[in-house]
């Protein structure tokens, strides 16, 4: 009886926590929680409602505990010692894990770059570990604490994203810069939808220099899109696109650099 009023119990603080936090997403499609902060409320109850389940079955089996607790200390200062160094990773671990599930820096399905580079989508984010699936469809596993010892870029929450482009002319086009980056800038403005004009993010097509073999163009847009999934590549190809087509009506051509055109 015990246990099914405990069972019944979790199954009631699930109900509760959804009630609370309904104007909140939460629940995956699964069902599970995939709000880190939640998530780790949600097992702290758990794990208050067992306790208290657990004690009361000690209670009614007449197990005296003050002997246990003597027997469990009898083993000394030794015994702690080796408890303690072989917990020392594991309590790293865990306390890795409740810091990365209360931050709230990232969920389950999102998508974060790690500070070595590495670009992933979170499929599981648990006490002792994280896993993080590549776009090559490999999971790796990363202990906690070496995620929350470095930084970690949340692309998925990212409401903003860049597209830059470097190009290059022949030397014999100089002349007509002008009117070759005000072509490319007009032709993304009118092609390019979501693309931020208010000046809080710049948008630059520029002459930047001269090189030795060619004249260097930068392209630099922002837009009011994420900086993943379909429509972040579809707007960098509608950007590339734009550049190619007024390129092409001015009658220019690209160039390759020096050591490209020299190994063909």
């Known amino acids: 009886m015990a246990v099914w009023i405990t069972i019944q ?111 992933g989508v979170i499929t599981e984010m648990a006490l002792l570990h994280t896993d993080l699936r590549g776009s090559d469809e490999i999971v790796t596993r990363y202990p906690n604490d070496q995620i929350a010892n470095q930084r970690v870029r949340n692309i998925s929450r990212t409401t903003k994203c860049q597209v830059s482009q470097t190009l290059r002319f022949p030397l014999k086009d100089a002349m007509r810069m002008h009117e070759i980056v005000s072509a490319i800038k007009e032709e993304i403005r009118v092609s390019c939808p979501g693309l931020i004009l208010d000046g809080s993010r710049p948008f630059r097509v520029l002459w930047r220099d001269f090189r030795s073999d060619h004249l260097e163009v930068m392209v630099d847009c922002h837009f009011n899109i994420k900086a993943s999934g379909n429509i972040y590549y579809d707007n960098k190809q509608r950007v590339l696109q734009a550049i190619a087509r007024a390129v092409h009506r001015l009658g220019v051509e690209f160039t390759l650099p020096a050591q490209i055109c020299h190994k063909q």
């Open 9 to 119: 119990a979790s199954r009631l603080k699930r109900y509760a926590i959804r009630r609370l936090f309904k104007n909140e997403k939460i629940f995956s499609k699964d069902g599970v929680i995939a709000c880190g902060r939640i998530r780790l409320l949600d097992r702290a109850l758990t794990a208050v409602i067992w306790s208290f389940a657990g004690g009361h079955v000690l209670d009614l089996l007449n197990v005296d505990l003050g002997t246990v607790l003597k027997g469990l200390l009898a083993f000394g200062g030794l015994g702690t010692l080796i408890l303690s160094l072989a917990m020392k990773d594991f309590a790293a671990q865990v306390v890795s894990g409740m810091v990365l599930n209360a931050s709230d820096r990232f969920y389950e399905g999102d998508k974060i770059q790690l500070g070595d580079g590495t670009i």
